[in-house]
């Protein structure tokens, strides 16, 4: 489903979004489409190093619902991305340690927004998305946050991986969600930390697991062998937040 305010089709909606600064989260454009204004569609697009998809004509076609989209829809930010470094001087800002959520390649609106919800409620100083195979700050994970995104800062990287070797030189240590890891309650989660959460389907890659410190396990006794990746990702931060405020 695509956010009505946020999607823009065609390519003059599109490319005066680029000249009026817009912030585009993501451009799809058809496959064998370059020339004439795609042309110039995509030479603003790598000014404004926007990701950029080249799909078929019937993946525009199923997000166009039956607008004429000329080979081209971009989806808006609804929000501004911040950058990592911001994040950390707020951390300093308020004399914390940094807290930061990792999220590996989120892919549904409503579990991003619920995530940043939680990184607001739990005292993360930010949230560091990945730039492909990921959703971006669209108006419904604004709205699945339920205000948070107003308040909670979002970075968006190309790499994970290298912003984790990046963020260790700053003194970070990494735990990230895995079913095989060691139980998250007998693991020190205290101190300056990151916390990697995977994707839906798949969970953290393998080499960012590889990466990361620790790997936390959420103790279960039920039936089935999984929570929702904003669910886990809720019950990991809060044993963070105990462990740095309640111990």
Known sequence: MRDEAF???GRNPVLEAFRAGKTIDH??????????????????????D?????????RLEEIAGGESHQGVIAY????????VEEI???????????????????????????????????????????ERRAVGLTGTVAKSSAGALNYTRVAKVTNIGN????????GLWFVC???????????????????????EGEGVSRLVREKCDMRAAIPMRGDIDSLNASVACGVLAYEILRQRHYE
């Open 88 to 130: 950390l001087d707020y951390a300093g800002e308020r004399g914390e340690e940094p807290f930061v959520f990792i999220l590996d390649g989120i892919e549904d609106p409503h579990n991003l927004g619920a995530m940043i919800r939680t990184a607001n409620l739990c005292g993360a100083h930010g949230v560091i998305i990945r």
């Open 177 to 199: 969600a895995d079913m095989e890891g060691e139980t998250m309650y007998r693991l020190n989660l205290r101190g300056a930390i990151g916390l990697v959460v995977g994707s």
């Open 50 to 58: 926007t990701t950029v998809d080249f799909v078929k004509r019937s």
């Open 27 to 48: 451009l799809f454009v058809q496959d064998g489409l370059r020339e004439g204004p795609i042309s110039t569609i995509l030479r603003e697009a790598k000014k404004h």
């Open 76 to 83: 808006l930010a609804s929000f501004r991305y911040y950058t």
């Open 7 to 9: 999607t823009l089709i």
């Open 163 to 170: 912003t984790i070797d990046a963020l260790k030189q700053r």
